[in-house]
């Protein structure tokens, strides 16, 4: 008989290239599984983490409140800038100074609040075909799924021009700090270099729509701070929430998206000759491969969840992928159906920190594959590709996607 | 509101708890961390509406009873 194993090593190449198949073996042998490499628990079943990401009473997202409690004053010391900027991500904010931040911005992130974009998107889409049909072979990630986001959220926040090459790579150097890295000596310092430039960077544009005020989402957030519902802190952190978390995970959830078409060239047909599918194919591209796999949360009291006994201070590792993929939940989950309904998943968690760029999200990636399918055959895999994936336990990450890119032939 | 009615698709709420802050009079955090409908007439028919606008999932559907119109969500949003 073949032992299972349970590896604790959530940086493993293995896990990283494959970790639905990790999750996978984990829940199958323990839904929440105790993992003593990273001193945490690590939840894999479907019913646990809705439980859990339901209900913020218990379980806590205060993230740097936690972490200085495990850090020496030094260490704390040394990843100040993060701690200026992350303790004011409503992201990592308990009830009540979450929920007036989430209120404020919803209003500017509902679905039909987000529809306002969807032509501007569409013109981004198509443009970036007509390039990526005129070369033929192309870097997926790069050439296709990187244009959008990006554009959208600068035209979001009111600033189209900024520079987003620069932009990219200090989110990758702050991403560093997520990653769980903890075979990079430098990670801390490397994201405070990308903190610090981020600041640096967005600092002057919110003195200049202080004086200058438009309709983006930074006078709105200016508005609210004049009228005394949040801080000078918070539009700040806000403005970097926005800009680092608005374009990497839809990026990401594009060529993860096409990825899975490449492995199910029989649903991209279906879906050719069904487009009126749309929604619900990209909702079951994010429960199938969804661009973020997992979040933390810190047990605030003793907790039943499950059969297990959580204790006051543990943390855990919500695995939204694991969730995804139970079968408890969802028929034959390891299948791209994109006709499946309901689809209740997890990609964007559930409780009060769900996506607040959730529809947005949506909506690019709705635009991406209209504008793919409309155009373009199933892309090919360039023959000896090796698929890579970024060393993180957060991010679902290609670092590369070559593909052919061949024209519909109608 | 005689003709109105409001329901929470359970298959589509995740729980986000947005009806809930924005209408507390109307809707209330069921034993699953979903939402539910505690009092149909604890606001006005405007603020409903907009309340349903505010749910991520569309979850939430008003209608007219008596004409079977579907003031929300437009069919464009239902996913
Ligand atoms: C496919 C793309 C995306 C995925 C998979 C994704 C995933 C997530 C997840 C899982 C969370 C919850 C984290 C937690 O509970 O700990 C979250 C929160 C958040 N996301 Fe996204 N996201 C995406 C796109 C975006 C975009 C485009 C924006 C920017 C507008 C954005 C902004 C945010 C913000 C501000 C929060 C915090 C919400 C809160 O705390 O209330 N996300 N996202
Ligand atoms: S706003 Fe929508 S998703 Fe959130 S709790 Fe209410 S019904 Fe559920």
Redesign the pocket.
Known sequence: METISLNDDLMAPNVISDPHGYYRTLREAEPIHWNARWGGWVLTGYNEVVEV?RDSLNFS?DRMGFLAQELTQEEQESIAPIFKILSYW??FRDPPE?TAL?ML?NKH?TPIAIERYRPMVRKIVQKTLDKVLAKGKIDFVKDFAYEV?MTV?LE?IGAPDLDTEKIKEWSEKLGVFFFIKADEPRRREIACEGINALVDYITPLIEQKRERPGIDLISLLLSAEEAGSITANDVLATCV??VF???E??MN?IANGTMAFINHPDQWDKFQQKPELLKKAVEEL?RYD???KS??RWAKEDTQVGNTLIKKGDRLLVS?SGANRDPHQFTDPNGLDIERNPNLHV???H????????S??RM??EEAFAGLISRIQCPELVEGAQLEYYPSVVHRAIKELPVYIKPLIK | MENIKVSVDLNKCVGSQLCIMFSPTVFERDGNGQSKIVNRNGANLAEILSTAEQCPQCAIKVENTQTGEVLFPPPELAF
């Open positions: 990401l997202s409503m992201v979450h989430r911005l992130f986001p959220i979001l929430l926005l978390g608005g374009h995970t839809t959830l994010l969804g661009s973020v979040t933390v939204l990609a964007f968690a409780g009060i920190h769900v996506c607040l760029g959730a947005l999200a690019e990636v």
